[in-house]
């Protein structure tokens, strides 16, 4: 056996290529176009392929290396002797004639019924039917998935080759198949597309004189990988299409690659069709082109093949005079998501990454409708307000498996408490929060309600503290209107208030509520004291409505019966301060001469710092404190 030097091959041109991974050790045994190592450009990545098969001998580089295109990588002991010669390689299939008698084939009448057959699969044999796209009687366009196939690398689309009408399907899902095997009969027209036949590629549209000429665009370097698949056609005859224009995708076993245009202009013929094989050179269309020179006539229709397999060919080139190579050819990473080749021209179309929609298909393919959802369900949370992806564009928290740490139970989140969730997120994300502390002495206000107790009891209500706090906070408003705004949705006026309406926060079984007290500066403390009790039994009832929790100026939310010494309230918008209630403690406070007793009542203020400044906020706060310690002030 020999030993044969693997050199790196073209790579576009590109100079001192990163290596960044070793596929093969010393003493593995490689097939002919087994991934030796992976280099990387500052555009792409791309696998170098064993030109040998045998036992690896030496590896002439390491990761980290750089390379470029004839350094040596890789000795291998080649099977059978030398392996392969660069000629060898190089001569290309397409010169042969061999696939022309299909398209001379004469298309069947449009009316008539005509067996499906699973088309060449390259080679691959009794291949899983993992779906079935159509069912009997559906109508159908040429290009139309019918079934879709799964060998150990890959999934494929069998398109419709053309258009009609189901009439039966003989396949069902996890049945095996191979090249020839009939798929199912259909109505409609030709099989073929009859433009492949020589006879039609000379009525090909003659180039403008003087102004145009017809070219053939070739497959660029592919980083040197043969007989790549292709997957997808996006181009027609007759397109008009720009320089950079997707025209067709390829697909190895590794990856799947976007063709480009290399310039602008028509399509006068699509010389490939889905399933082919292509390499570097061969044809993949005809282009009518804008050229500044007088155009040279036609070619000749046997000419075309040996146009497609000319050595010029191989290094197509923009309008810019630039290389179409391997290097600016998007490369797109697919062996990560399981879809076929239709869905992901649909994701492409609209912008959807894959990785992020999950899979409905079998084995979790992802299909067309799973990309639609996805996107649906995206525009309804756009539109009903919600967050998507833990709110404007911040990364989703990641999923934990809980689980596997000990017993848990999933409990499904009520209407409430999602509702309360989604408005948490968005007041949190959309208001610049400050918060500011301070303690009301509430010593005499304690004692003048507890005085008034006995008729509280004769008159049938319940005088808690929030009464006082209500009357207070409408004092505090009326006193410092900076505080009773919104902002307007424009973001360039703001919206003051001439009511005075006071949301309070309810803990109910159903989750927390905020009713709101109307007209609070113009009640009473027993009218406010009646209203509380009401519009807590009502939420505790679940008998609130909407219009029972809108209109609000500002929300007291109290967790005085619960303890602590303090927490950060969130504003609840359109409104832009809330005020937090913890519970009251005797405290010692100096009175310039001692140290005196004195019920102390922790108070936070939050606010939202686009509507209310620090000035301001520092006059409520002491206005607040001075008329809850002494209650005779509102009489002011």
Known sequence: MAIESIKVPDIGGSENVDVIEISVAVGDTVAIDDSLLVLETDKASMEIPSTVAGKVTAIKVKEGDKVSEGDVIFEVE?????????????????????????????????????DITIPDLGGSENVDVIEICVAVGDEVSEGDSLVVLETDKASLEIPAPASGKIVSIDLKEGDKVSQGDKLGVMTGGATEAPAETPAESSAAPAPASGSSSVEVIPVPDIGGSEGAAVIEISISAGDEIDEGDTLIVLETDKASMEIPAPSAGKVVKVSVKEGDKLSQGDAICEMEVESAAPAAPAPKAESAPQAASAPAASTATTSSGSPVTADNVEVVNSSDVYAGPAVRKLARQLGVDLKKVKGSGPRSRVNKDDVRDYVKNIVADSQSGKSTAGGSGIPAIPAVDFAKFGEIETVKMSKIKKLTADNMVRNWLNIPHVTQWDDADITELEAFRKGLKAEAEKRGSKLTPLPFLLKACAAALVAEPSFNVSMHHDGEHIVQKKYVHIGVAVDTPNGLMVPVIRDVDKKGLWELADDFSAIVKKARDGKLTAADMQGGCFTISSLGAMGGNGFTPIVNAPEVAILGVSKAQMKPVWNGSEFIPRNMLPLALSYDHRAINGADAGRFFTYLTAVVADVRRLLL
Do not use: F, R, T, V
């Not at 099977?79 to 299909?102: I, L, Y």
């Open 78 to 114: 080649a099977e059978g002797g030398a392996g392969a010669s660069d000629s060898d390689k190089e001569e290309p299939a397409k010169n042969e004639p061999a696939p022309e008698p299909e398209s001379k084939a004469a298309p069947a009448a449009a009316s008539a019924e005509q």
